[in-house]
């Protein structure tokens, strides 16, 4: 049966509402610091290929181009997040932030892989994906029973993932985004897909993939996603973090009925948890985050 879609928005209206009220987002003093660099610091744009990785050390041996306004192209090592050491790879083309700070600090941030095959598959999945959102206009948003549309993403380790690889497969999806401080939102959600992940494993069921797409790819890159698997102790051997173009998730987030905009330095969201079946169509969803991992997982199991 088909959700009525004027009720539809009207309820995702009113849970919008009341996650406004809750502030899912930064505290102010995340806030703060996000919008205030340290005294000092300088940024700039980098390019180049990775020539070793000394993941234990957390630094990369990176040969780049020209940094315009800093240096001349040239091999040297920088620092980077335990999440970049793991997923970088010798031989691999990546762009940066430059961080120059003080005392001659000098570290990458927001690194992404620029692969020219990876980034031209990326871009040409973002396309497609617009093109579908755009020509399905009111209709986008994908009802229980629906197909799901294609997609093509990022994982945390910077591998391109084509929403393809999931066919043949169950997939439990939903959205999150790495800083979110309140308890009972993102964070509770991770945990309970952990947890279905687990007593899925309990039961059997061997055909599931479990996908969580950030809701803020600005700043979740593949390698803090890594970083937020890592630390929580996630199995990821078939459990995987997706980012990429801000584009895509906006689609994604409008097919699969999700609202999230960023007020200043505030991320307001609803939550929406999706069974996928072997066939890419919604089986099921879950709004909000107060579902429990068994009756995912018994929807599995039929």
Not at 43 to 68: C, I, M, N, Q
Not at 176 to 200: D, E, G, H
Request: aromatic residues 6%.
């Amino acid at each position: 049966m088909r959700t009525h879609p004027v009720r539809r928005i009207a309820a995702l209206a009113a849970l919008a509402a009341v996650l406004a009220a809750a502030g899912c987002g930064r505290s102010a003093t995340q806030s703060a610091a996000a919008s205030s660099p340290p005294s000092g610091e300088r940024r700039f744009p980098l390019t180049g290929v990775v020539v070793s990785v000394d993941a234990a050390k957390k630094v990369l041996v990176v040969r780049h181009d020209e940094v315009k306004g800093y240096m001349p192209a040239m091999t040297m090592e920088f620092a980077v997040s335990a999440g970049d050491a793991a997923t970088a790879k010798p031989g691999e083309s990546i762009r940066a932030d430059f961080v120059v700070g003080p005392g001659d600090d000098l570290r990458l941030e927001n690194l992404w892989p620029d692969d020219k095959a990876a980034r031209d598959s990326v871009e040409a999945g973002a396309r497609m994906l617009r093109q579908d959102t755009l020509a399905k206009g009111g209709q986008a948003y994908r009802e229980v029973g629906d197909a799901v549309p294609d997609f093509v993403l990022y994982d945390q380790n910077g591998r391109v993932v084509d929403s393809a690889r999931f066919r043949g497969k169950q997939v439990m999806l939903n959205f999150i985004y790495t800083r979110c401080p309140v308890a009972n939102m993102c964070p509770l959600s991770t945990s309970k897909m952990m947890a279905t992940q687990k007593l899925a494993r309990e039961a059997g069921v061997s055909n599931i993939e479990f996908v969580s797409v950030t809701m803020d790819p600005a700043h979740d890159t593949p390698g803090v996603l890594r970083d937020y698997a890592d630390q929580r102790g996630i199995d990821t051997t078939n459990f995987s973090f997706l980012t990429g173009p801000e584009p895509t998730i906006r689609d994604l987030l409008t097919q699969f009925g999700v609202i999230a905009e960023f007020k200043g330095e505030l991320l307001d969201h609803t939550l929406a948890t999706l069974l996928v079946d072997e066939k890419g169509r919604v089986a099921w969803r879950a709004d909000g985050s107060q579902w429990q991992p068994k009756e995912f997982v018994e929807r599995m199991r039929k």
